[in-house]
């Protein structure tokens, strides 16, 4: 049975609860991952030009269809533009080029992956001068979105929104355009709840996906001494108590949140595992033991990119 429960998004659209996440999944997996998540009934893959992956995606969605198992408008497909295209013209394109590798016509949701931007330097993700130093531009996030509206108009991306913003960046968009964003994707897991945060987000019409929910141990920046999320001993009690895993119980404490989840695994077992959060509830006892874990301890802030202009962790961030 396909996992459908879902939220609604301020256009209307319907977004599952569940989503399986590819940050990491190596190009000669991704596809196998992929077909063994929409055979677990999976419907929503999110992934990101960034994650250099998305053809194996495509190759997956592209197989189940000619099976039957699913139709396009089944799976809801999230993509995201890199901080290398932000200029107007580089949107749209970047956005096709996204679009052939999944070998669809559109995306159900289109993502401004960071606020910042960075110059175009071929295909590199991350360019650098002969310093070493990061090629950002002064491209103003305000515009790149407006770019996004368009391409949204198009019918290009049926929904458009944001990964990685703040409180204060939102509020800008909120301000000066014209199509609110359907979703802020941000890290949120038991050790980061961000609970004011979402709840701003929420307030004002934008859903909230979690990304790293389980809290990303296998990050590749990670350090020996960094906490690690799933072996929280008040966790695994609440888990024990209910007889299921720590992740189940760290991706329900989010859905309960009306939080959107995107865990991501190579694996068959936990691929099947992470679904199984819709057979159970967390009490409200529950609920408060776990939120009570929160450390704001962020694994994925991108740190190395914190002298860009609009980095969004910045403390008391103003423009």
């Known amino acids: 049975m396909p996992y459908t429960e879902s939220l609604t998004l301020n256009s209307g659209a319907s977004m599952p609860l569940l989503g399986f996440g590819t940050w990491q999944t190596p190009k000669d997996e991704i596809r196998r991952c992929v077909e063994m998540a929409i055979d677990e009934g999976y419907r929503h893959i999110d992934g990101a030009w960034v994650y250099q992956n998305e053809e194996g995606i495509g190759e997956a969605v592209e197989a189940k269809i000619k099976e039957g198992k699913i139709k396009r408008e089944d799976v809801f497909i999230t993509s995201k533009l890199w901080s290398t295209f932000h200029e ?107 609970t004011k945060k979402i709840e701003f987000f929420q307030s004002k019409g934008i859903a909230v996906t979690a990304y790293s929910p389980l809290g990303s141990a296998q990050r590749p920046w990670g350090k020996p001494e960094d906490p690690v999320v799933l072996d929280d001993p008040t966790l695994n009690a609440v888990a024990k108590k209910l007889g299921k895993s720590a992740a189940q119980v760290a991706l ?49 802030g991108m740190d190395i990119t914190n002298d860009a202009k609009y980095w969004p962790f910045r403390s008391n961030y103003s423009e």
């Open 252 to 300: 329900r404490f989010q859905i309960q949140r009306n939080i959107i989840v995107i865990p991501k695994s190579v694996k068959a077992h936990r691929i099947k595992e992470n679904a199984q959060v819709f057979d159970f509830n967390l009490s409200e006892e529950d609920m408060k033991t776990i939120a009570g874990l929160d450390r704001n301890w962020r694994a994925c």
């Open 88 to 194: 107007a013209a580089d949107v749209r394109e970047s956005l096709l080029e996204t679009l052939g590798f999944l070998k669809t016509d559109y995306v159900d949701l289109y993502l401004m992956h960071w606020p910042w931007s960075m110059k175009k330097v071929g295909k590199e993700i991350l360019p650098k001068d002969e310093n070493g130093k990061f090629l950002y531009t002064d491209v103003d996030y305000v515009d790149a979105w407006k770019a996004m509206e368009a391409i949204h108009k198009e019918g290009l991306a049926k929904n458009i929104g944001v990964s990685n913003f703040n409180e204060f960046q939102v509020s800008r968009l909120l301000k000066e355009c014209s199509v609110i964003p359907a979703v802020n994707q941000i890290e949120v897991h038991p050790y980061l709840a961000d």
